[in-house]
């Protein structure tokens, strides 16, 4: 099985900054992509950011210029940095990853969710 645990939530204060780590163990070959997505009080879960393999990201909108997606691929460990928070960004923050098993087969996970408040 892969596991992914996901750290770095916590609360802080508008324009303030944190870094979401996902930590992905157990047997795989390499991780093809990897995202975060978002679910907010009231809200339908959205996707945030996204990053393939190759280094293509992708952003919400709401984000852009504020949020950066990254990997470190030796320690198998996906990064959301988020800068110039804002109250509209508090949510239980998820990570999924894609990654390819040692039976060739690409499967996605996902993490159990860090919490992000934001005050104003």
């Known amino acids: 099985q892969v596991q992914l645990v996901e750290s770095g939530g916590g609360l802080v204060q508008t324009g303030g900054s944190l870094r979401l780590s996902c930590k992905a163990s157990?047997?795989?070959?390499?991780?093809?992509?990897m995202a975060w997505h978002r679910q907010a009080p009231g809200k339908q879960r959205e996707l945030v950011a996204s990053?393939?393999?190759?280094?293509?990201?992708n952003y919400d909108d709401s984000v852009k210029g504020r949020f950066t997606i990254s990997r470190d691929s030796a320690k198998n460990t996906v990064y959301l940095q988020m800068n110039s928070l804002k109250p509209e960004d508090t949510a239980v923050y998820y990570c999924k990853v894609g990654v390819v098993t040692p039976n060739y087969d690409r499967l996605d996970y996902w993490g159990k969710g860090t919490l992000v408040t934001v005050s104003s």
């Open positions: 990053m393939a393999r190759g280094g293509v990201t």
């Open positions: 157990g047997y795989f070959y390499s991780i093809n992509d």
